[in-house]
């Protein structure tokens, strides 16, 4: 299996803060990474796919990059909506894994 | 609007059945491939099993090979999961999802699993 790595485990940022997360591959997998978020209660949302592609209605402070086995996802300005869990998501290859989850809170 | 509607979650005691559906609307079902994800309670985001649009491959997750048996009907826009010899460790939401490729872009709301003697 291709383990993905994300850190870290958990941040806390005010808001209009820049905050990175990163995401690691084992092997390498092209650019076939996706970024989802989801809040407490609901079913993950897609924000990101193919690395650096910005689902329709995502808002444009949400940005994905990297290749291979290095990437991360930036939120430019944080909001207060931006409060989740945000995993990264292999699928260049079965069985698609996740990385275990970067928990975001607003200071 | 695309809709995914899972039902068919509960309790179930340790070793029997369950048969979970996911009533799909609003995009060309026939022509996606399908997937189930689950999350156990506060844990996070674990795949469990895709399904091709033409059944021409299908994979599992090895935490649920040889118990978990995924099936569709894209004349009725449906996707099913037949899971058996349930386990505790089974305890979760399933998702159903779908997306361009081997994407998951759209998801269900999900339907609890709760495995308990």
């Known amino acids: 299996d291709n383990q993905m790595t994300q850190f870290p485990a958990s941040l806390s940022a005010s808001v209009g803060d820049r905050v990175t997360i990163t995401c690691r591959a084992r092997?390498?997998?092209?650019?076939?990474l996706a970024w989802f978020q989801q809040k407490p209660g609901q079913a993950p949302k897609s924000l990101i796919y193919?690395?650096?592609n910005l689902q329709s209605g995502v808002p444009s402070r949400f940005s994905g990059s990297g290749s291979g086995t290095h990437f991360s996802l930036t939120i430019s300005s944080l909001q207060p909506e931006d409060s989740a869990t945000y995993y990264c998501q292999q699928y260049n290859t079965y069985p698609i894994t996740f990385g275990q989850g970067t928990r975001l809170e607003i200071k | 609007e695309v809709q995914l509607v899972e039902s068919g979650g509960g309790l179930v005691k340790p070793g029997g059945s369950l048969r979970l559906s996911c009533a799909a609307s609003?995009?060309?079902?026939?022509?996606?491939?399908m997937n189930w994800v689950r999350q156990a309670p506060g844990k996070g985001l674990e795949w469990v099993s895709t399904?091709?649009?033409?059944?021409?491959?299908?994979y599992y997750a090895d935490s649920v090979k040889g118990r978990f048996t995924i099936s569709r009907d894209n004349a009725k826009t449906s996707l099913y999961l037949q899971m058996n010899s349930l386990r505790a460790g089974d305890t979760a939401v399933y998702y159903c999802?779908?997306?361009?490729?081997?994407?998951?872009?759209?998801w269900g709301q999900g339907t609890l699993v709760t495995v308990s003697s």
């Open positions: 193919g690395a650096s």
């Open positions: 999802a779908y997306g361009a490729g081997s994407r998951l872009d759209y």
């Open positions: 609003g995009f060309s079902f026939s022509s996606y491939t």
């Open positions: 092997q390498g997998i092209s650019i076939y």
């Open positions: 399904i091709s649009s033409t059944k021409s491959y299908i």
